[in-house]
């Protein structure tokens, strides 16, 4: 589309920063709106679901979405406990669904064939991340290809780097992929519209 809106990673950063200090939105707030708009675009993919969280932001986005999903219709697999320090509004999410009766399972992957056919969530990893995956991290991210099902990443595939489009050893493959504002530089080159799938933007309440 001409003239289409693409942001780098520094520029969607700004954005967050200057709604929460100029502006003085709560982080959380942001949250909450972008986890609303995930849930509206997940709704219609399916009736249970499969949440894969990391440790941030993400992570958190992915969370919150459960409470909008109704968490009893979602599994909830955490790659490992947010930190109330580094990650607070994450480590909120976290305790507002136990304090709520559900169960988050940290560090350990659901079962593939038991959950055949829901939509899986990728809530791994953002925009920020700039790191090749190893370990636990790249084997979430094989898992949820392997998973049979309609998938979703938030933001970004996780794995794909958000400027360049490299993809960071592995990279999630979205069949749909819910991005915030505006697409990012990454998601725009042959390595995006590989493993992105249909890109839906949303906004974030922004006045």
Same mark, same amino acid.
């Not at 954005?15 to 709704?43: C, F, K, Q």
């Not at 969530?121 to 049979?148: K, M, N, P, S």
């Not at 390595?191 to 992105?196: D, I, P, R, T, V």
């Given at each position: 589309?001409?003239?289409?809106?693409?942001?780098?990673?520094?520029? %969607?950063?700004?954005?967050?920063?200057?709604?929460?200090?100029?502006?003085?939105?709560?982080?959380?707030?942001?949250?909450?709106?972008?986890?609303?708009?995930?849930?509206?675009?997940?709704?219609?993919?399916?009736?249970?679901?499969?949440?894969?969280?990391?440790?941030?932001?993400?992570?958190?986005?992915?969370?919150?979405?459960?409470?909008?999903?109704?968490?009893?219709?979602?599994?909830?697999?955490?790659?490992?406990?947010?930190?109330?320090?580094?990650?607070?509004?994450? %480590?909120?999410?976290?305790?507002?669904?136990?304090?709520?009766?559900?169960?988050?399972?940290?560090?350990?992957?659901?079962?593939?064939? %038991?959950?055949?056919?829901?939509?899986?969530?990728?809530?791994?990893?953002?925009?920020?991340?700039?790191?090749?995956?190893?370990?636990? +991290?790249?084997?979430?991210?094989?898992?949820?290809?392997? +998973?049979?099902?309609?998938?979703?990443?938030?933001?970004?595939?996780?794995?794909?780097?958000?400027?360049?489009? +490299?993809?960071?050893?592995?990279?999630?493959?979205?069949?749909?992929?819910?991005?915030?504002?505006?697409?990012?530089?990454?998601?725009?080159?042959?390595?995006?519209?590989?493993?992105?799938?249909?890109?839906?933007?949303?906004?974030?309440?922004?006045?």
């Amino acid at each position: 589309m001409t003239g289409e809106r693409i942001l780098s990673v520094a520029e %969607a950063r700004a954005i967050d920063r200057d709604a929460a200090e100029r502006l003085g939105m709560p982080t959380v707030l942001l949250m909450e709106n972008a986890a609303r708009s995930v849930a509206d675009v997940a709704r219609p993919l399916g009736h249970r679901f499969v949440i894969l969280a990391g440790t941030g932001n993400n992570g958190g986005d992915g969370l919150a979405v459960a409470r909008h999903l109704g968490w009893r219709r979602c599994a909830l697999h955490l790659l490992a406990e947010p930190s109330a320090e580094k990650a607070p509004d994450a %480590a909120l999410q976290a305790h507002v669904l136990r304090a709520a009766g559900a169960a988050l399972v940290v560090g350990e992957l659901p079962d593939l064939d %038991a959950h055949r056919g829901a939509v899986w969530i990728d809530a791994l990893f953002g925009t920020g991340l700039d790191r090749e995956l190893q370990g636990a +991290a790249r084997a979430w991210v094989e898992a949820f290809d392997r +998973a049979v099902g309609p998938k979703l990443s938030i933001d970004i595939p996780s794995g794909l780097h958000g400027d360049t489009g +490299a993809v960071l050893g592995v990279a999630c493959h979205a069949d749909v992929t819910v991005t915030f504002v505006a697409k990012k530089r990454g998601m725009v080159t042959a390595n995006g519209a590989l493993h992105c799938g249909r890109v839906v933007v949303v906004g974030l309440g922004l006045p």
